[in-house]
Every structure is written in structure tokens, then in C-alpha cells.
């Protein structure tokens, strides 16, 4: 306790030291704050991403956080003496173009204790290429931030033991998993800041979709609008002189693909909501794929009194007989208090190619779940385009009212949902789409949703009076 509250007090001194002093001192303070840098510092996850477009804020935010971490003030973390962390460019002239100039704007020149240059003079700074800042911890000791570039090969990433790296624009994969290996011994922390300008890479698969399920993995997208010290004339022209595909990457920091995503209406920040417990008459019916190489998937769907549908807990897992899935669904199926038939069965749709025997067994996929206390019924409507259609109405009625949810929990739909992609010819990847495949079959048994009806005012309704009253007149005269 002692160490905490001497931890706060020397922060608290270094923020009265450089109040008013450099740039630092006014970052995210005042009447403007930038929310998602914000939340980019007080996220504690070991694995951190920023996906913006140009001037969303992004670089500015990994600056500081480097910045915080080597000084030993940052605000929202426990702080440390003698910190060693790497800033990582694509080549050595973009690093002093842009991420050596932006830490050079968050040091005060009496923080840096010496500089190691790779190239030019160390009263010019700004002119040459640094390979490492010595700068004073605020409980006594030298931090050392060092500068690599993407260009000099995996070999120059090796050997050293760090407490974080900040990639600033995605780096090749055998750098990143290098750099993932030199924070290991301190569990240290890797940040990144970048624009996805080269399509669905790997950070696209491992952050975005986060496809390993990593606990440690965070994102958020910065655009425009996310920068309050953007201005808004600056930004309308800007926005004018892009093409609508670039706009996606430079102005809101999407991914693309050479296709179309097949659900761009899916929004985590909309979809995606925290669990809760599902009231027993909200219950409806389990939705499976079923799979034995392929993951079997299969999802828990409730429905609120309003129409909402909500997928609340998953099962998702390959090279498994039927009798194992069938032992998972209970076990989730208890859990949950989720109710059964008369029998005590639990009631599932499933793919209607469940009815077909194989020569491994004499039974089908549904008589198998059916001996197992699991009731499948194959009876579901599998047109594709219809299929599809159906989950945009959910997923966006009227742009604002969404009728579809996702618990966070499940991870493997809320993937799929993003990951679903348009291939030659106007069909969608077959790849990865098993929970979208049970969620169409579990929608297409459900109607369609209804439009909100949007209520007029007294004043528009006057409005459209007096429109009909003057063409009526014109039609008159």
C-alpha cells in the first residue's frame, strides 16, 4: 500500500513539474478529449491495436503511450523503474518521419539523459535517424527507448528482453511474432497503431477477428469523427477527394477485402452485448450445424417480448462423435436452466443433411441426437440468398433498431458475423460459416421483422397539408 501511495505522489509531482511545459501537459485535457485514446491507455490487455484512418488520432495515442511507460507516469497503469521498449517503423525514414518525431514532441529535452543516432547529429534531432533515448524514470532510473524499422529483417529483432513494443503500421508477420517473443520474459506488452491499407493480413485474422480467442487481445477503430481536433471543413475535403473505397481505409480504418463483406450491417458496438441471465419465457430452440472434421456449431436463441432475438451461449468444436456434442449441449443446456419438452429433451433445428445415413453408421445424425435426448428437427429452410437476407433485416431495421444480439460469450459467430466475405460471382466464401449457417436456418424460422412505424409530428404533418393544398391550387388554376 505504501509503494502505491508513494507510486501516486511521484506522479502527481512530475504532473506539476510539467504542467504548462510541453506538449504532454495539454494531451487529452481541457474542453476537447479524444474518448477512444483514452480508452486506448486504460486498457490493461497485453495486446493492443488501433485501426484508424489518417489523422484519426491513431499514431498520436501510441507516442504517448510509449512515452508514459518509458518516464514511468502513465496514468492508468502500475508504473515500473528502467523500462526497455522498442518503437518499431516499416523503414528508417518513415520511423523519423513520424513515430521519432512524434516521441520527440512528448519529451521535454530535460527528460533525455543521451541519444544513440544511427545517423546525423545529436543537436538535430529531429533531422536524423535515432537507434535509442536514454530517458530519466521518474523514480530514479534511465529508460531506454530504441528505434527499429521493419527493413532491416527479422534478425535485428532478436536477443533482447523488453517491456513493450509499439508498432506503428502493420509489420510483417515473422517481425510481429519475433517482437511477441522479446516481451515474453518481462510480460511485457505489444501496441499498434496502424492504417489497413494491405488487406486481410494476418493482424486482420489474429486482432480483429482474434481468431486464436486470446484473452489479451483488444481493438478499436478510430475515424474523423473520432477527433475532436479535427476540423470539419478540413475533414468535408478531404472526405470529397477519396473514392468510397478509399474512404473506408483512410477515413474510418476498415479492412477490405477485394470483395464486399456479405453483413457490413454487423456492428460490435451495436450487436454485441454483455451476457445476462435470459428470463425462462425469452427461451426458444437451439440452432445446429452439425459437423464431425468440420465444427459442429450450435447456438442457444432466445426472443423478448418485443420481437428481439438474442444468441446467448454457443458450442463450437471439431473431431468430436455426436455422443460428446451431444453431453456438451446438456451441460450448457443446465447451466443455463434452459427448458426442455414433456421428456425432458432439449428441442434444436438442425441441416436437413443430418437425415442421411453414412457408411460409418447405421443411424442418421438426427436419430444419433435423438437417442441422445436432443430432439433435432430438420425441417429448415437452407435458400441462401434468402437466408441472408433475412439476417440483414435483424441485424438492421430502419439503420437504428436493430433485432439481433450477441452475447460476447460467443466468440465464434461474432467472428463468423465479421469475417463473411462476397467471392467471385455472388456468392459468399464457403469458408468459416458454420454459425451463420444455423443462424439463417434459425431466423428463416422466424418472421420477418416488423418496420418500426415511424410516427409524424403535428408540424410535418401540417407540412405535407400545406404541399397537397398548394398543388391542389396549381392543378385548379
Known sequence: MQNVISQIKKIEEELQKRKGKNKLATYNVGDKIHEKQVAFHKCTKKNRWVFGGNRSGKTECGAVEAVYLARGIHPYKQNKNNVFGWVVS??????????QAKILDYLCPSWIEDVTMLSGKKDSLRYGVIDQIRIKNVFGGTSIIGFKSCDQGREKFQGSSLDFVWFDEEPPKDVYDECRMRVLDKRGEIFGTMTP???????????????????????????????????AEEVKEL???LSQDQLESRKYGRFKSGTGLVYPEFDENVHVIEP?????????VLSIDPGLNNPLSAHWYAVDFDGNVYAVAEHYEAGKDILYHSEK???ISKRLNWHTDGQGRIQALIDSAANQRTLASNKSVTELFYDYGILANPKVNKDLFSGIQRVKQYLNVNSSHPKLYVFKSC??????????WWGDGDTPKKYDDHCLDELRYYLMNKPSPKKVKQVKTQIQLDKERRI????NARKNY
Open 90 to 99: 516499416l523503414s528508417q525514414q518513415v520511423q523519423r518521419d513520424v513515430a
Open 411 to 420: 466468440v465464434n459467430l461474432i467472428r463468423e458475423l465479421k469475417s463473411y
Open 468 to 471: 397537397r393544398n398548394i398543388k
Open 239 to 241: 472526405s470529397a477527394s
Open 276 to 284: 445476462f441471465e435470459v428470463p425462462l419465457d425469452w427461451q426458444d
Open 197 to 231: 491499407l494491405k488487406g486481410l493480413t494476418f493482424i486482420y485474422d489474429e486482432i480483429y477477428l482474434n481468431s486464436l480467442n486470446s484473452k489479451e487481445v483488444w481493438y478499436e477503430f478510430m475515424e474523423w469523427g473520432d477527433n475532436p481536433f479535427l476540423d
Open 329 to 331: 449441449i446438456k451441460e
